[in-house]
């Protein structure tokens, strides 16, 4: 044992031998710090990505459930006859309004359109029989006419032409 460690002391006291050692050893160290620092930056590069694309994933579906909630919406359809739903809703109002003047007007096979004048009316009851009528996919508002009222103009009267296609 004693031989080995003669000859690694004289290997240490040459000027060649310790000059390569340590262009060796900083080589080495050179490439383990090198593949540990770039091994760093893709790792980080890596987890940047897969969030940003977790991110993605979630608009995606937030935009596909807003997308069904709007279809939802659109494809609601009335089943029942125009006549019979324009009546229904002329019962559903409180606050004094009221429907007069109901005329079937006659259409092609696939449509049905009723006339009707709406008297009275507060704004906001307006906005909710509008909404009501637009919130089915084949009922139309064919035209609108509104006027306020002479003797109180915080009330409406509307004239509506409302057609409903069967599919």
Same mark, same amino acid.
């Given at each position: 044992?004693?031989?080995?460690?003669?000859?690694?002391?004289?290997? $240490?006291?040459?000027?060649?031998?310790? !000059?390569?050692?340590?262009?060796?050893?900083? /080589?080495? $160290?050179?490439?383990? @710090?090198? @593949?540990?620092?770039?091994? /760093?930056?893709?790792?980080?590069?890596?987890?940047?990505?897969?969030?940003?694309?977790?991110? $993605? %994933?979630?608009?995606?579906?937030?935009?596909?459930?807003?997308?069904?909630?709007?279809?939802?919406?659109?494809?609601?359809?009335?089943?029942?006859?125009?006549?019979?739903?324009?009546?229904?809703?002329?019962?559903?109002?409180?606050?004094?309004? %009221?429907?007069?003047?109901?005329?079937?007007?006659?259409?092609?096979?696939?449509?049905?359109?009723?006339?009707? %004048?709406?008297?009275?009316?507060?704004?906001?009851?307006?906005?909710?029989? $509008?909404?009501? @009528?637009?919130?089915?996919?084949?009922? !139309?508002?064919?035209?609108?006419?509104?006027?306020?009222? @002479?003797?109180?103009?915080?009330?409406?009267? /509307?004239?509506?032409?409302?057609?409903?296609?069967?599919?």
């Amino acid at each position: 044992m004693n031989i080995y460690m003669e000859k690694y002391r004289t290997l $240490l006291k040459d000027f060649h031998f310790r !000059q390569r050692f340590m262009t060796i050893l900083f /080589a080495i $160290l050179a490439a383990f @710090f090198i @593949f540990y620092g770039t091994f /760093a930056l893709f790792e980080e590069a890596a987890l940047a990505a897969n969030n940003r694309s977790e991110q $993605l %994933k979630e608009r995606i579906s937030n935009i596909k459930t807003r997308l069904a909630k709007v279809e939802n919406a659109q494809t609601k359809s009335l089943s029942m006859g125009l006549l019979t739903y324009v009546q229904s809703l002329s019962g559903q109002l409180s606050g004094g309004g %009221k429907f007069t003047n109901i005329k079937i007007i006659n259409t092609t096979l696939r449509q049905e359109q009723i006339s009707f %004048k709406t008297e009275n009316l507060v704004y906001n009851e307006f906005v909710k029989l $509008l909404k009501e @009528f637009e919130s089915y996919g084949n009922v !139309q508002v064919k035209s609108l006419l509104i006027n306020k009222r @002479f003797d109180n103009p915080k009330r409406i009267d /509307a004239l509506w032409d409302i057609v409903r296609v069967e599919q």
